[in-house]
Protein backbone atom coordinates (compact mmCIF):
# COMPACT_ATOMS: atom_id res chain seq x y z
CA UNK A 1 0.00 0.00 0.00
CA UNK A 2 1.28 3.53 -0.76
CA UNK A 3 0.05 6.90 -1.53
CA UNK A 4 -0.79 9.86 1.06
CA UNK A 5 -2.87 7.80 3.51
CA UNK A 6 -0.70 5.30 4.15
CA UNK A 7 0.44 6.24 7.60
CA UNK A 8 -3.16 6.94 8.55
CA UNK A 9 -3.98 3.50 7.20
CA UNK A 10 -1.05 1.94 8.88
CA UNK A 11 -2.14 2.93 11.60
CA UNK A 12 -5.82 1.78 12.05
CA UNK A 13 -4.13 -1.70 10.45
CA UNK A 14 -2.07 -1.56 13.83
CA UNK A 15 -4.89 -1.12 15.52
CA UNK A 16 -6.74 -3.45 14.20
CA UNK A 17 -4.15 -5.88 14.47
CA UNK A 18 -3.70 -5.49 18.45
CA UNK A 19 -7.38 -6.13 19.38
CA UNK A 20 -7.53 -8.74 17.51
CA UNK A 21 -4.03 -10.21 18.81
CA UNK A 22 -6.01 -9.56 22.31
CA UNK A 23 -9.01 -11.13 21.89
CA UNK A 24 -7.46 -14.44 20.20
CA UNK A 25 -5.13 -14.85 22.88
CA UNK A 26 -8.50 -14.24 25.71
CA UNK A 27 -9.69 -17.64 23.54
CA UNK A 28 -7.02 -19.08 23.71
CA UNK A 29 -6.43 -18.85 27.28
CA UNK A 30 -9.89 -20.08 27.85
CA UNK A 31 -9.24 -23.11 25.83
CA UNK A 32 -6.46 -24.00 27.77
CA UNK A 33 -8.51 -23.56 31.11
CA UNK A 34 -10.78 -25.77 29.71
CA UNK A 35 -8.56 -28.70 28.67
CA UNK A 36 -8.35 -28.07 25.47
CA UNK A 37 -5.42 -27.18 23.15
CA UNK A 38 -4.70 -23.79 21.27
CA UNK A 39 -3.31 -24.99 17.82
CA UNK A 40 -2.47 -21.14 17.17
CA UNK A 41 0.04 -21.92 14.42
CA UNK A 42 -0.08 -20.32 11.11
CA UNK A 43 -0.43 -23.62 9.54
CA UNK A 44 -3.10 -24.74 11.83
CA UNK A 45 -5.06 -21.77 11.39
CA UNK A 46 -4.63 -21.66 7.63
CA UNK A 47 -5.70 -25.21 7.07
CA UNK A 48 -8.85 -25.19 8.99
CA UNK A 49 -10.40 -21.67 8.36
CA UNK A 50 -13.31 -20.93 6.28
CA UNK A 51 -12.61 -17.43 5.31
CA UNK A 52 -11.82 -16.37 2.23
CA UNK A 53 -7.98 -15.43 1.84
CA UNK A 54 -6.56 -12.06 1.72
CA UNK A 55 -5.79 -10.66 -1.79
CA UNK A 56 -2.42 -10.44 -2.06
CA UNK A 57 -2.84 -8.17 -4.93
CA UNK A 58 -4.63 -5.16 -3.17
CA UNK A 59 -2.89 -2.02 -3.71
CA UNK A 60 -4.97 0.47 -3.55
CA UNK A 61 -5.88 2.28 0.39
CA UNK A 62 -9.46 2.05 0.33
CA UNK A 63 -9.31 -1.76 -1.27
CA UNK A 64 -7.50 -2.91 1.83
CA UNK A 65 -10.18 -0.81 3.91
CA UNK A 66 -12.88 -2.71 2.17
CA UNK A 67 -10.94 -6.07 2.45
CA UNK A 68 -10.72 -5.76 6.14
CA UNK A 69 -14.12 -4.41 7.00
CA UNK A 70 -15.34 -7.69 4.82
CA UNK A 71 -13.19 -9.87 6.52
CA UNK A 72 -14.10 -8.42 9.79
CA UNK A 73 -17.60 -8.94 8.84
CA UNK A 74 -16.87 -12.59 7.97
CA UNK A 75 -15.53 -13.86 11.36
CA UNK A 76 -18.10 -11.65 13.22
CA UNK A 77 -20.58 -13.38 10.82
CA UNK A 78 -18.77 -16.79 12.44
CA UNK A 79 -18.16 -15.74 15.97
CA UNK A 80 -20.67 -17.47 18.95
CA UNK A 81 -21.07 -14.64 21.14
CA UNK A 82 -20.87 -15.73 24.60
CA UNK A 83 -23.52 -15.37 27.23
CA UNK A 84 -22.46 -14.63 30.19
CA UNK A 85 -22.59 -17.52 32.75
CA UNK A 86 -22.28 -16.94 37.10
CA UNK A 87 -18.74 -17.09 36.99
CA UNK A 88 -17.94 -14.58 34.52
CA UNK A 89 -20.67 -11.73 35.79
Not at 69 to 81: E, I, S, V, Y
Request: charged share 25%; with cysteine.
Amino acid sequence: MRGPSFYSLHKLFDEVAENVSEFTDMIAERAATLGGIAEGTVASVASRTSLPSYSLTIRDGRDHVDALARALAACGKLARWHQPCRGCR
